[in-house]
């Protein structure tokens, strides 16, 4: 039994007799794609993202590997590697400090961009588009602007106006 201690809403401290948890960095997510030249096009030729890796293994087996400018989080994509149908992850969230600008960046290279907008609780943003309010947060609030935009594949994106971090973040 752990003797960790629950403190704040999200995380977890050891007392100070316990040793530190190991760092656990997301590095890469896998995102299914139907067409894996067209997603390749799509990310770096149309996006700019930068292409780490192009690994043809074999015929059922490859392996792209871009990333977003800034980030340090990579995304992955080939054939072989999941077995989730293409165009069904939702929820990818890039953070950015400027939406309108973001916003204009993708819609200049031919993205369909929805939004600004923000979700009617002031909290982050409920599946769908129901909740949404058009426009950008009344006092430009960190944490409290999207948008949102799909890649070729129905695959959807968010983008997060973070201009100031939370305490601890």
């Not at 960095?25 to 890796?53: M, N, T």
């Not at 992955?76 to 992850?89: N, W, Y």
Request: hydrophobic letters at 35%; glycine letters at 10%.
């Amino acid at each position: 039994m752990s003797t960790r201690r629950r403190t704040g809403s999200r995380t977890n401290t050891p007392p100070e007799s316990e040793s530190t948890a190991v760092d656990m960095k997301l590095e890469v997510v896998i995102l299914p794609v139907s067409d894996v030249e067209r997603a390749k096009g799509f990310y770096v030729e149309q996006l700019g993202w930068r292409l780490d890796a192009d690994f043809p293994i074999n015929d059922g087996y490859r392996i792209v590997q871009v990333t977003p400018p800034g980030s340090a989080c990579s995304v992955i994509f080939g054939k072989g590697l999941t077995e989730q149908e293409a165009g069904t992850l939702h929820g990818l969230q890039l953070t950015v400090t400027d939406i309108l600008k973001a916003k204009e960046e993708l819609t200049s290279s031919g993205v369909e961009v929805v939004g600004p907008f923000r979700d009617e609780t002031g909290a982050f943003h409920h599946a769908g588009d129901t909740h949404r309010v058009p426009g950008v947060h009344p006092e430009r609030a960190s944490y409290g602007t999207f948008a949102a935009f799909k890649d070729l594949d129905g695959n959807e994106w968010f983008l997060q106006e973070i201009t100031e971090r939370a305490p601890g973040r």
